[in-house]
């Protein structure tokens, strides 16, 4: 599924309706270059889970935990991550496959531990369409 969006706000309530909808134990994934609105959808979704507080990328940890929504939410930003042990020191397992929902930020640099089974989210700019112009595109992956 491809949406456009035209403004933060647009991309913001794109995540919200997903927060609204989000299932137990899901997982999504973000994929998009710096400054393109991973964390703008992830408020959104954050919002749409029932959480109040503010959301914002996890900077000296790689996971926030939000426990105020409807389901829990897990929120990883692994940009700076340097390996995958890195992930196994703070039991993302536990995160991954709980009753849970997970939003990991720059998923496409762990891809080896995903899960089977996750939604991503990949979302692209466009210079010709302008500034605050971006594609959304929504996929069902199944891992092999
Ligand atoms: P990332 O987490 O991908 O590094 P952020 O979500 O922190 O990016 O920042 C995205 C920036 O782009 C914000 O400053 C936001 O206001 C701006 N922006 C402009 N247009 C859009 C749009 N259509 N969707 C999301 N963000 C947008
Ligand atoms: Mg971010």
């Given at each position: 599924m491809q949406i456009e969006t035209n403004s933060p706000e647009e991309t913001f309530q794109l995540g919200k309706k997903l927060g609204l909808e989000a299932k137990p134990g899901s997982v999504y994934t973000l994929v998009g270059d710096?400054?393109?609105g991973k964390t703008v959808f992830t408020q959104g979704m954050a919002a749409g889970l029932g959480i109040t507080e503010p959301v914002n990328s996890p900077t000296f940890t790689i996971v926030q935990v939000y426990d105020e929504g409807r389901l829990p939410f897990f929120h990883f930003?692994?940009?700076?991550?340097?390996?995958?042990e890195e992930m196994e020191e703070i039991g993302y397992e536990e995160y991954f496959y709980s009753d849970g929902v997970t939003m990991i930020e720059w998923a496409n640099l762990i891809e080896?531990?995903?899960?089977?089974t996750y939604c991503e989210i990949r979302i692209e700019k466009d210079p010709q369409k302008g500034f605050d112009y971006r594609l959304i595109t929504m996929e069902e992956v199944h891992r092999a």
């Open positions: 710096l400054g393109v930003d692994v940009y700076r991550i340097g390996d995958i080896e531990i995903l899960p089977e």
